[in-house]
């Protein structure tokens, strides 16, 4: 039995890796831990396996339920399930949190196999081309050469173009979400303040609160309110929240009081990030953001790196994300295009913002869906 | 001696009053104080006067130097002086921080008359409709009858717009910069995290910081640097800072190193702001800004608040503010032109974003210079 619609009820794997493995920030990890989960079944000649790639605050849950009664099912069951874009009637699918995070995979708040003790913000920083190396592992274990596609949404599409740029004999197809080639300055400076406000809350205790049973939950909060903020459009959230008041009318104003609820709606969305996401894991994903750049190793030519692709890509942005506009999605079909390669682009009407790749806008998944169709498995 | 194209040294005034004042909160203040400066001389016929309205983290100090040694002159020097678009050889230029700041003019950083103990964050909120109303006392005072214009940015062109709605008698020119008729939910939220930021400071002590010697530095840090961001645009910021490095190679990445030019440059901001500013001032005119709502008491009509003005107006927007866009210009243009007013409006190209009006824009400053030649005194 299931929810309707829904993949059948998952279990998570954990696959454990003994080998040592070398950052590219230079730092070694002796061994590490990948939490997964896969939906649908891996065919015969092992040529329908698709890659799920999280993005900031996502993690291994991207479909169904552990149980009847979770309340909610994966973060993206809209489009991974029976009959969905992502069609487990077709594809074997693999969703993995990737290391730093912190739901299972070896991250900040796992322990350190050499101390006994959480690694907090002893844990190294990790990278794009980390994650994608780690995932590479993981495909070889479960006997997928060759990726039917990768797919990823915001820093999750980084992955699949890293995938596409730098293991392009192993993926067929990509697919790459709101995302961007590299981080604006602005984008950085979004990240910042978060980090910033992570740093300056003094539960961080220099990132050893694990160890002290503490957490910064005030600067993990903020940071969350700062980035769910940009993932919303200002039209979306003028519909949304307007100018509406929670309680009292509007000129009982004192300092901290609620009243616009818009403000309430961030303060919630905050204070539950605060209990379920790591700070240091923040911290980590927000770097390899910063410093993902997918022409780096070509010159700073980004047509340079699309030639190197052999994937057919699909490229899709959403008219309000001004966190990684259409215009940064454009600035890779171009190099696509004048790399000669295979690219359709679509451009979202949407007034969901950054977020609209999570959510069921009609456009984009009747797209989406249809070029998922025609991948060759 | 002065400087060349400044006003002579300028010494700051302090009016007491002592008149009990009805907030539009529905608290009063037994008297306040208000400290001022004036550039130019009032004419014979009083008729020369112009008033200069602050955004949110501005002042009195808004042209000229104390002493000649003085490394900056004041905020908005570049448009007030002699022979600049706010000529201070025609006009009588009068400067003031408004009540609830943190420079001198009653606010939580001054004592409480009854207590003899700083304010802190029993001084009650303030509204643009209470700061106009003491302005307007000021103006009595100083046998200033009606304004030959008043002018203010952001916040300060709210102030504006109210003095032309509610005091159309005595405003003949009114400019609005960067302003907007009232907040978005975007803007409010942007708004509320900064407050937020404050408030998780464990040094704001619920307000009451200063009597405890203490100053929540790290929030109020915080606060500015989203603010200071969302004031900047995204095209600007690239330009300006790109993803240049300021010290060491891109791939040593340690959570909270500091890396890319642009998380210097915000950190520093944020920290000389927290030396200057007062974090109970900045809750509260964060909060006036977010009820400020100019067509509250015309039926949430903008043509029937514009309907009640007599001023010329100028309306002023920057193309890349998305702060306050130049929508939300055209939306007080829109409801001047339906009332049949007289307003000249201009969108000024450029990358400077939202702090764009303080700067020296060529064709900004020669619009408003020429704008405020036609002022009849």
């Known amino acids: 039995m299931t929810h309707p619609g829904e993949v059948s009820l998952v279990t998570p794997v954990r696959e454990v890796f003994s ?14 831990e990948l939490i997964t989960e896969t939906y649908g079944h891996l065919n015969a000649q092992r040529s329908n396996a698709v890659l799920i790639c999280h993005a900031l605050s ?15 099912a994966g973060w993206w069951d809209l489009h991974v399930g029976p009959g969905k874009a992502v069609d487990t009637n077709r594809f074997f699918v693999v969703s993995l949190n990737n290391i730093g995070g912190c739901d299972g995979s070896s991250g900040p708040n796992t322990l350190n196999p050499e101390t006994q003790q959480p690694w907090g913000p002893e844990f190294p920083q990790v990278s794009v081309a980390d994650w994608v190396m780690t995932q590479a592992m993981l495909a070889d274990r479960l006997g997928i050469d060759s990726w039917a596609a990768v797919i990823g949404g915001s820093l999750g599409g980084m992955q699949a173009l890293h995938w596409a740029v730098h293991y392009p004999d192993r993926v067929r197809n990509c697919v790459a979400l709101a995302a961007a080639p590299k981080l604006t300055a602005q984008n950085i400076a979004f ?32 940071a969350r309110m700062v980035g769910h903020l940009t993932y919303m459009s200002a039209d979306g959230m003028s519909d949304r929240f ?7 009318p509007s000129n009982t104003i004192n300092p901290g009081e609620m009243v616009f609820q818009v403000e309430s709606y961030l303060r919630y969305q905050g204070k539950q990030f605060s209990t379920r996401f790591d700070a240091n894991t923040y911290l980590l994903m927000t770097r390899a953001l910063d410093h993902f750049d997918i022409a780096a190793d070509f ?4 047509s340079e790196a699309m030639a190197v692709t052999s994937s057919r890509m699909l490229v899709i942005a959403f008219s309000s994300d001004w966190r990684f506009s259409p215009a940064r999605s454009r600035e890779l079909v171009d190099a696509l295009l004048a790399a000669g390669k295979p690219v359709s682009y679509a451009e979202i009407e949407t007034d969901a913002g950054h977020d609209a790749f999570l959510l069921d806008e009609p456009h984009y998944t009747g797209l989406f869906s249809a070029w998922m169709q025609r991948v060759v498995i």
Chains 1, 2 share one sequence.
């Open 242 to 248: 307007g100018r509406d008041t929670r309680e009292g």
């Open 19 to 32: 080998a040592t493995l070398n950052l590219a920030s230079g730092r070694t990890l002796a061994g590490f």
């Open 58 to 72: 996502g993690n291994h849950h991207a479909a169904g339920r552990y149980d009847l009664s979770d309340p909610k």
């Open 191 to 222: 990240n910042e303040i978060a980090r910033q406000a992570i740093l300056s809350d003094p539960d961080w205790l220099a990132g050893h609160y694990q160890r002290e049973a503490a957490n910064p939950a005030r600067g993990l909060s903020l």
């Open 299 to 302: 010159n700073d030519s980004l």
